[in-house]
């Protein structure tokens, strides 16, 4: 293939967007444009940006 006619492909994260563990298609859990290895995971992310946004707004 030429430079020209290359075809972009998306590529899909293998590992969990809050510990960082690699993500199994079987287990994979997804939410808001991100893949978790649990529901306990995301759950966790979603409780660490609500504290981010009120220690952003208090300030």
Not at 25 to 39: E, Q
Request: glycine share 4%; proline share 0%.
């Amino acid at each position: 293939m030429s430079e020209e006619t290359a075809v972009v492909r998306r590529t899909k994260s293998t590992n969990c967007a809050f510990c960082g563990k690699l993500v199994r298609r079987i287990k994979m859990y997804y939410r808001n444009g991100k893949y978790y290895c649990s529901k306990r995971c995301f759950k966790k992310m979603q409780e660490k940006l609500a504290k981010e946004k009120e220690s952003e707004q208090a300030s």
